[in-house]
């Protein structure tokens, strides 16, 4: 290659990079999900909430106040504020990259036939009637809660929902706080609320949910085992957190941290209160 023939091709590099200097910026701005602060992750979280709300034909909510008998969201609620007290109160992590002490995690019920749940950034859980009438027991839904919280909370779901959108994209929404009208917001409420995770995440993520169980409550630690025995194809949740080998035997074998302090219960059903009270009898 001649002199002349370097220059002009040095030239042709330097006419690229700037005719598209844009694509040199999105990878230099580009952050590792550590970085997306929760602060970042509550205005996310903000602004699904009210994508959700909004978008009435993708998602029908159970109403939530009256006149309507809102007993099945009081109920779930206890029970998902008990799973996550210590996750809400956050004492371990920084003073400057903490969850808000003054905002609740909130359940929200989709009236569908779909057999799914899923956690938003932030905290906030949602879950279908027909998912919640396959259940039977408390025991069972505390799994699902408890699985749930700790996907959002151990930031496995901000890695996953990094791997499906691009950082700067999502930044952009929050600081833009973008209404629910807007297409990336539109195209981050579905990815999440059908993001499918990896096998190896998904027992990752048992382990956090089963010493959560352990060391919030009595409820026993099984409460996945009847939902895996009624799997099918037609469980999203179960797609979209698929299971690895022997999941049922590793759950019944896995040693919590906590062990001594694990419980047996699985539904307050015999006082007349619990799970079929307040939720089966409600929803059927």
Known sequence: MTKTEFRRLCGFFILLSCLFPSCHRETAMSIPPSE??????????????????????????LPNEAPYDTSVYWFIQTLYDQAT?????????????????????KVHVLVSDE????????????????FLLTMSEEYELYYVLSFEANLMNEGLLLERLFSEINSNKLTDVVARNLGPDNEDVTKITRTISNLAFFP??????????VNTICNTAQWSRFGLLPILETFDDNME?????????ER???????????????????????SGEGYQRYVLDHLN
Not at 200 to 209: G, I, L, R, S
Request: glycine share 6%; hydrophobic share 30%; aromatic share 14%.
């Open 115 to 130: 057999i799914n749940a899923f956690v938003i950034p932030g905290g906030d859980f949602y879950i279908t009637t027909g």
């Open 36 to 61: 997306f602060t929760k602060d970042q992750r509550e205005t996310l979280g903000q602004i699904v909430e009210k994508s959700i709300a909004s978008n009435t034909s993708s998602f029908q909510l």
């Open 85 to 105: 007290n210590v996750m809400r109160v956050d004492h371990q992590s920084p003073n400057d990259n903490r969850w808000s002490s003054d905002r609740s995690w």
């Open 237 to 245: 949740w179960l797609t979209y957190r698929p299971s690895y080998d």
């Open 248 to 270: 049922g035997e590793w759950l019944m074998n896995f040693q919590p941290a906590s062990l001594a302090d694990c419980g047996i219960v699985k539904t307050n059903n015999p």
């Open 200 to 209: 190896e995440e998904v027992y990752e993520n048992d382990q956090y949910a």
